[in-house]
T-cell receptor, first 109, second 115 residues
Framework: ELKVEQNPLFLSMQEGKNYTIYCNYS?????LYWYRQDPGKSLESLFV?????AVKQEGRLMASLDTKARLSTLHITAAVHDLSATYFC?????????FGTGTRLTIIP | EAGVTQFPSHSVIEKGQTVTLRCDPI?????LYWYRRVMGKEIKFLLH????????ESGMPNNRFLAERTGGTYSTLKVQPAELEDSGVYFC?????????????FGPGTRLLVL
């Protein structure tokens, strides 16, 4: 059974700081996704990572994938308040997503 | 382009009653998925349709849950009879085709509370 571990669960950080969210998974996968969810809203797709060494960046967020280590990271650079949300990684195996627990990120002014 | 829509947004029912959730995928998306998140747990896969056919229903918890997608457009998820542990948020997602960098687009969810 595929297991996905995401940490930390909660992250409170000051504006302007950098931090990384980690996502480990237990078996090989087809794709890895990062999603963002604002309270009461749907999950918004941020990144889709396919291959080993893949790196994608959008604004202050950068995601990477190491399939050999079965690890993905979501790096936040110079955080700003509007990045406050819950972030999920999800591993796709045969089009079935297995989600991590989510990281609730709060950016403090 | 409209996103994935779900109806209702909230539902409060009593144990033993029946509830039907509806999902309208993005137009042209053949793949439709149901997921749910019960309190304090991860988001879990329920099932996957390709057009009107069930591709994978390995996540359906028991036979009180019935999903349909007649005509390959919208889908319904019926819970009958509902139990307390069915409370949670039910998400629907859709994608155009499998493979590559195609993402699953999620709806806002239906929040179900069984009393």
């Amino acid at each position: 059974e595929l297991k996905v571990e995401q940490n930390p669960l909660f992250l409170s950080m000051q504006e302007g700081k950098n931090y990384t969210i980690y996502c480990n998974y237990s078996t090989t996968s087809d794709r890895l996704y990062w999603y963002r969810q604002d309270p009461g809203k749907s999950l918004e797709s941020l990144f889709v990572l396919l291959s080993n060494g893949a790196v994608k960046q959008e604004g202050r967020l950068m995601a990477s994938l190491d399939t050999k280590a079965r690890l993905s990271t979501l790096h936040i650079t110079a955080a700003v308040h509007d990045l406050s949300a819950t972030y999920f990684c999800a591993v796709d195996k045969n089009e079935k997503l297995t989600f991590g627990t989510g990281t609730r990120l709060t950016i403090i002014p | 382009e409209a996103g994935v829509t779900q109806f209702p947004s909230h539902s409060v029912i009593e144990k033993g009653q029946t509830v039907t959730l509806r999902c309208d995928p993005i137009s042209g998306h053949d793949n439709l998925y149901w997921y749910r998140r019960v309190m304090g747990k991860e988001i879990k896969f329920l099932l996957h349709f390709v057009k009107e056919s069930k591709q994978d229903e390995s996540g359906m918890p028991n036979n009180r849950f019935l999903a349909e997608r007649t005509g390959g457009t919208y889908s319904t998820l019926k819970v009958q009879p509902a139990e307390l542990e069915d409370s949670g948020v039910y998400f629907c997602a859709s994608s155009q085709r499998a493979g590559g960098e195609e993402t699953q687009y999620f709806g806002p969810g239906t929040r179900l509370l069984v009393l």
